[in-house]
C-alpha cells in the first residue's frame, strides 16, 4: 500500500493550459508539503499545509494554489502554465510540526510545459 | 538565513570503494540534520538523522556524525555497491515552529561493478 501517492506520474501540456496534481497520504499524518524538483536536481519547497491550514507559502506564483479538502489530500492547481514550470513536483507528509521528524515523500510527478 | 551545501557531483567509484559525500550548513538555530536518498524514477526517501551535536546517524552500512564545530555532516560507507548508485541530498530542519526541509543541492552516485 502506498503511503504518499501522486498523481498523474507523468503530465505533458501547452503553455497557458491549467492543471492540476492530485496527493493523498495514508499515514495519518498532520502535515503535508509541496517541493518542486528542478532540471538539475534542486529542491525547494513551495507550501506546507498542517490540518488543512497553510503554514508554508515560500514565494511561489500566485498561479500555483494549493488546496487541501483534508489532511490525507494535498491537491496543486496550476493556471496558465509557463515554460519554467518544467519541473518534478514531489508531495511529502510528515508528523506533526516541531516533531523534527521524518518526511515521506511521493514517487514525483513530472510536468513538461510545451 | 539557513542553507546545505554539498559537494558538487556527480561522483563515479567503483564497487567496494571508500565513499565520502560532503555536506556543511548554516543554521541560525540548532538543526535536525537528514540525508535522504533518491533512486532512480523514485521519491526521497530517509536515508539517516542526527537530531544534535556529535549525535551519529547510520543505516544500511551509511554514517554521518554531526559536527557543531565545523557545521558538518558528511556521509561515509566504507564499501558501496552497484545497488548504492543514486542521488543524495544532504537537509537540515529546524524543529521550533513550522517544519520545513532545507535541501542541498544533490550529488549524484554512481558505482561501476
Known amino acids: 500500500d502506498t503511503a504518499v501517492s501522486q498523481t498523474p506520474k507523468y503530465l505533458v501540456t501547452q503553455m497557458g493550459n491549467d492543471k492540476s496534481i492530485k496527493c493523498e497520504q495514508n499515514?495519518?499524518?498532520?502535515?503535508m508539503y509541496w517541493y518542486k524538483q528542478d532540471s538539475k536536481k534542486f529542491l525547494k519547497i513551495m507550501f506546507s499545509y498542517n490540518n488543512k491550514e497553510l503554514i508554508i507559502n515560500e514565494t511561489v506564483p500566485n498561479r500555483f494554489s494549493p488546496k487541501s479538502p483534508d489532511k490525507a489530500h494535498l491537491n496543486l492547481h496550476i493556471n496558465s502554465l509557463e515554460l519554467g514550470d518544467s519541473a518534478v513536483y514531489f508531495c511529502?507528509?510528515?508528523?506533526?510540526?516541531?516533531?523534527?521528524?521524518?518526511?515521506?515523500f511521493g514517487e514525483g510527478s513530472r510536468l513538461t510545459v510545451l | 538565513g539557513n542553507s546545505v551545501t554539498q559537494m558538487e557531483g556527480p561522483v563515479t567509484l567503483s564497487e567496494e570503494a571508500f565513499l565520502t559525500i560532503n555536506c556543511t550548513y548554516t543554521?541560525?538555530?540548532?538543526?535536525?540534520l537528514f540525508w535522504y536518498v533518491q533512486y532512480p524514477g523514485e521519491g526521497l526517501q530517509l536515508l539517516l538523522k542526527a537530531t544534535k551535536a556529535d549525535d551519529k546517524g547510520s543505516n544500511k552500512g551509511f554514517e554521518a556524525t554531526y559536527r557543531k564545530e565545523t557545521t558538518s555532516f558528511h556521509l561515509e560507507k566504507g564499501s558501496v555497491q552497484v545497488s548504492d548508485s543514486a542521488v543524495y541530498f544532504c537537509?537540515?530542519?529546524?524543529?521550533?515552529?513550522?517544519?520545513?526541509?532545507?535541501f542541498g543541492q544533490g550529488t549524484r552516485l554512481t558505482i561501476n561493478p
Open positions: 537537509a537540515l530542519t529546524l524543529i521550533q515552529g513550522a517544519q520545513k526541509l532545507v
Open positions: 499515514l495519518g499524518h498532520d502535515t
Open positions: 511529502a507528509s510528515s508528523r506533526p510540526l516541531g516533531t523534527g521528524g521524518e518526511l515521506f
Open positions: 543554521a541560525t538555530g540548532y538543526p535536525s
